[in-house]
């Protein structure tokens, strides 16, 4: 079997339905490393391909293609700063069918049916009730994780604390040289961010989320 029909397979043997809108977390190493004769480097890009012909035009997916390293002053150009989330995110960003969101910290590449309504969000917070977050929830996306441990797969949490004002968490004010090159300003951004010596297990969550 071709590794392009092997990849198609896998939004059915996963259980998703033509229209389901999806956010997919993937560390395609193992994959590539299976595939790795028919070629490896091409395992991203038929992988999204393959959710994007099963799920159909009407479904949005979405990668995330976050850079959460920037550190105030930095300096951030949607169309050329790579992501950090690993090689799905950055061929996505690169697809022709994909584009990426506007926030300099949690960005995403996202495709489909709700894709404009995507890229109008321009909120100065990762993850307030304009973010992207918000419409995920509005949506009813599904998570898909593969080969992802669940602390870093479900990023949608921290939209959650944001809401619930957790008292682990305060606010941080950013100032990021935004824009591509001769096109660029200094622009105001805030994360709602861990207090020093916190951190989060969301794994201890998981069976309570399986379970509801």
Request: proline residues 6%; charged residues 25%.
């Amino acid at each position: 079997m071709s590794t392009a029909l092997a990849l198609s397979e896998w939004p059915a043997r996963i259980g998703l339905e033509r229209g389901q809108n999806v956010l997919l977390a993937v560390d395609v190493t193992r994959l590539a490393w299976k595939h790795r004769h028919a070629g490896a480097a091409k395992v991203p890009g038929l992988l999204l391909d393959a959710f994007r012909v099963a799920l159909g035009p009407e479904a949005t997916v979405l990668v995330p293609a976050f850079n959460h390293d920037l550190q105030d002053g930095e300096r951030y150009d949607p169309d050329r700063t790579g992501p950090i989330t690993g090689t799905l995110a950055a061929i996505a960003c690169k697809h022709p069918g994909f584009q990426r969101t506007r926030h300099p910290l949690h960005s995403f590449a996202v495709a489909g049916g709700a894709q404009d309504r995507f890229m109008a969000l321009d909120d100065a917070s990762s993850f307030s009730l304009d973010s992207p977050f918000a419409l995920m929830h509005e949506l009813a996306f599904t998570v898909v994780a593969i080969d992802l441990d669940f602390d870093h797969a479900f990023s949608y949490f921290h939209h959650v604390e944001e809401l619930e004002r957790v008292p682990y968490r305060q606010w941080r004010d950013y100032a990021i040289d935004y824009g591509s090159v001769g096109d660029h300003e200094r622009r105001p951004f805030k994360l709602f961010a861990k207090r020093w010596g916190y951190a989060n297990r969301l794994r201890d969550l998981r069976p309570l989320l399986e379970a509801a």
